[in-house]
Nanobody, 127 residues
Framework: QVQLAESGGGLVQAGGSLRLSCVASGRPGTLYAMGWFRQAPGKEREFVSAISWNGDNTYYSDSVKGRFTISRENRKNTVDLQMNSLKPEDTAVYYC????????????????????WGQGTQVTVSS
């Protein structure tokens, strides 16, 4: 069992920045590829970004590419999401999740491939 806890959400004006952090505990989280998803009210959960277990490979949705940066520090079992140039459409609850170790990281945008999820952190961007 892996426990994930997100932090760093909040209210920010358009054009501002936030840094989300996800801490894994319970099992060696460093062995997992990790992902960030978000869900806005009335919408489906949406892929945001993913990172391989060693940090060598990163992936982004088109909507956040060039504005968001994912990183990880395995010594601390953390995965961060630096969000810059935020837009009102980035408003959502953001979740981190662990990618199933059974499969190669080629379906990183599919939430069904993720085993464990955090409770989420709210990000609100005002116009």
């Amino acid at each position: 069992q892996v426990q994930l806890a997100e932090s760093g959400g909040g209210l920010v004006q358009a054009g501002g920045s936030l840094r989300l952090s996800c801490v894994a505990s319970g099992r060696p989280g460093t062995l997992y590829a990790m992902g960030w998803f978000r869900q806005a009210p009335g919408k489906e959960r949406e892929f945001v970004s993913a990172i391989s277990w060693n940090g060598d490979n990163t992936y982004y949705s088109d909507s956040v590419k060039g504005r968001f940066t994912i990183s990880r520090e395995n010594r601390k079992n953390t995965v961060d999401l630096q969000m810059n140039s935020l837009k009102p459409e980035d408003t959502a609850v953001y979740y981190c999740a662990t990618y199933s170790p059974t499969y190669p990281l080629d379906r990183y945008s599919d939430p069904a491939m993720y085993d464990y999820w955090g409770q989420g952190t709210q990000v609100t961007v005002s116009s």
